[in-house]
């Protein structure tokens, strides 16, 4: 079967940087994103990742290594209104979008 | 960036009727729209795929007849809730992929609350 794995819920301090990982085991692989996701409202797209690296934008980078099938989303500088949920979500061979759980993030002052 | 607007964004209703929820892409064309379903603190259940000028793709479990999908137009897709019962109550959300087959960015409607009562 598809899988996506990523943890629960995570909790971190205001200004300083954390990992949320994300593995998957699909059907083939065509891309994976992250997304935000605050309470209530819909997703907002943060990153997409297709080759093996690193992709940074702003505060936010998103790494991806297909072999072992695993990705994370590095947020810096973390700030309240980064207290949310993030998405992991894999595109398989047949351009599928395979969603995990999600991580819910607490950022504490 | 592309922009998806809902329909309404909250809809209290009572058990047995019927509930037309709309999805609209506003600056882009949609061939394909996708219906979600999101149950407090759970991710995303994808229910069904509407396809524009054919009939949806529903996911297993499913209900064709209950969750009706019309997609009328490239830039319209509608979700009727029939006989509504208060399970059915949850966090409805449309999206539309953006850009080419590959890296097709998925734009989120903002949702639609729905409460059956």
């Known amino acids: 079967g598809q899988n996506i794995d990523q943890p629960t819920e995570m909790t971190a301090t205001e200004g300083a940087i954390v990992q949320i990982n994300c593995t998957y085991q699909?059907?083939?692989?065509?891309?994976l994103f992250w997304y935000q996701q605050h309470a209530g409202e819909a997703p907002t797209f943060l990153s997409y990742n297709v080759l093996d690296g690193l992709e940074e934008k702003g505060r936010f980078s998103s790494f991806l290594s297909r072999s072992k099938g695993y990705s994370y989303l590095l947020l810096k500088e973390l700030q309240m209104k980064d207290s949310a949920s993030y998405l992991c979500?894999?595109?398989?061979?047949?351009?599928?979008?395979?969603w995990g759980a999600g991580t819910k993030l607490i950022i504490k002052p | 960036g592309a922009v998806v607007s809902q329909h309404p964004s909250r809809v209290i209703c009572k058990s047995g009727t019927s509930v037309k929820i709309e999805c609209r892409s506003l600056d882009f064309q949609a061939t394909t729209m996708f219906w979600y379903r999101q149950f407090p603190k759970q991710s995303l259940m994808l229910m069904a795929t509407s396809n524009e000028g054919s009939k949806a793709t529903y996911e297993q479990g499913v209900e064709k007849d209950k969750f009706l999908i019309n997609h009328a137009s490239l830039t319209l897709s509608t979700l009727t809730v029939t006989s509504a019962h208060p399970e059915d109550s949850s966090f409805y959300i449309c999206s539309a992929p953006w850009g080419d087959r590959e890296s097709s960015e998925q734009y989120f409607g903002p949702g639609t609350r729905l409460t059956v009562t």
């Open positions: 699909t059907s083939g692989f065509n891309g």
């Open positions: 979500a894999v595109t398989d061979s047949n351009y599928q979008l395979i």
